[in-house]
């Protein structure tokens, strides 16, 4: 059933989310030190350099936003700029979301100018950080089954208020594409079929094209790495990058997606050693990979404690066809 695919598939984000998140933007060395091998659960958050106050299991802003724009989108039965604004806005107020330092740079600037009046198209002009393909699952997933056409006005919708950049569209673009076409039961070339395609589908929408990486074409690469877990591990963070910008964590997930297959936990677990954006990268990869498996494998320690910690948010923004 789509529904049970989709449970599955927001299981797998908020569990790469949460396992991330004690490892948000430590070093590789630092996180070696602390975490020997791949965790088999998760790290203790007072290791942590950015949130040591938040309980093990917790989600942040990656599972927040997406379960505050899905609730949105569903109960207007679209996905516009609009929307998206006053979802933003809802989670912002509701969450402490400034408070907590949830909110990235792009999105607080492009938020903070929409209040004063600035036009949303103009807003995200400067949104360059993956905060835009941080949010696409919630575009995809609001409605798996729509045509890729609407499918691009959904993702651009989520975007422009913040992240209106050609690195960030292609990025999202490229994201969602392959979460729709793993979502619906294709198999790995279709996948990256439809990637690429999105990816240089929704760049065509960006004001202008800015001198950055190429999302695009590091998922090209990705597939054929060959590498092991730790040599990937080594080259993603010191090489390719695992940092904010769009094509890091795009790059990075379509990495992952490609050496860990089906095996979700697998996703979760090394994006979680990364180094970087753990939390979003994890949660991206693990939801990806969730959508091709049609399920998971996460352990039920793990899902039970996320149900617990996170026990509110969840209970009051996912559909009760989707309660965790």
């Not at 997406?66 to 996905?79: C, I, Q």
């Not at 979802?87 to 909110?103: C, D, N």
């Not at 404690?305 to 996170?310: A, D, H, Q």
Request: glycine letters at 10%; proline letters at 6%; aromatic letters at 8%.
């Amino acid at each position: 059933m789509p529904e049970k695919k989709a449970l599955s598939v927001w299981e797998a984000f908020a569990a790469g989310d949460a396992m991330g998140m004690p490892t948000e933007f430590m070093t590789l060395d630092e996180i070696r030190e602390a975490v020997p091998g791949l965790p088999e659960d998760f790290v203790p958050s007072l290791l942590s350099k950015k949130h040591p106050n938040l309980p093990e299991g917790s989600v942040t802003d990656d599972t927040e936003q997406n379960l505050y724009l899905l609730a949105e989108a569903r109960k207007a039965g679209r996905f516009t700029p609009e929307i998206a604004v006053s979802a933003l806005e809802k989670w912002i107020r509701e969450t402490g979301a400034v408070e907590k330092k949830y909110i990235g740079p792009s999105s607080l600037r492009a938020l903070r100018a929409i209040r004063d009046g600035v036009p949303v198209a103009e807003a995200g002009k400067g949104g360059v950080t993956c905060g835009g393909i941080m949010r696409t699952p919630s575009a995809v997933l609001w409605d798996p089954e729509q045509s890729e056409e609407a499918l691009c006005e959904s993702i651009y919708a989520a975007l422009l208020p913040t992240h209106n950049t050609s690195e960030a569209l292609e990025a999202a673009g490229a994201y969602g594409f392959a979460l729709r076409a793993a979502f619906l039961g294709e198999e790995l070339p279709a996948i990256y079929d439809a990637a690429i395609r999105g990816g240089e589908t929704l760049i065509e929408r960006a004001p202008g094209i800015d001198c950055a990486p190429s999302s695009v074409e590091r998922l090209k690469a990705a597939r054929s790495l060959g590498l092991s877990s730790g040599e990937l591990v080594e080259f993603l963070y010191r090489i390719w990058g695992t940092g904010l910008p769009s094509a890091d964590v795009c790059g990075a997930v379509f990495a992952i997606f490609a050496f860990a297959g089906k095996d979700v936990w697998l996703a979760v677990r090394l994006s979680s050693v990364l180094g970087g954006d753990t939390d979003t990268i994890g949660a991206l990869a693990a939801a990806l990979s969730a959508a091709y498996a049609g399920g998971h494998n996460l352990p039920p320690y793990v899902l039970h404690k996320i149900r617990r910690v996170n026990r509110k948010l969840f209970s009051e923004k996912l559909p009760s066809l989707l309660a965790l």
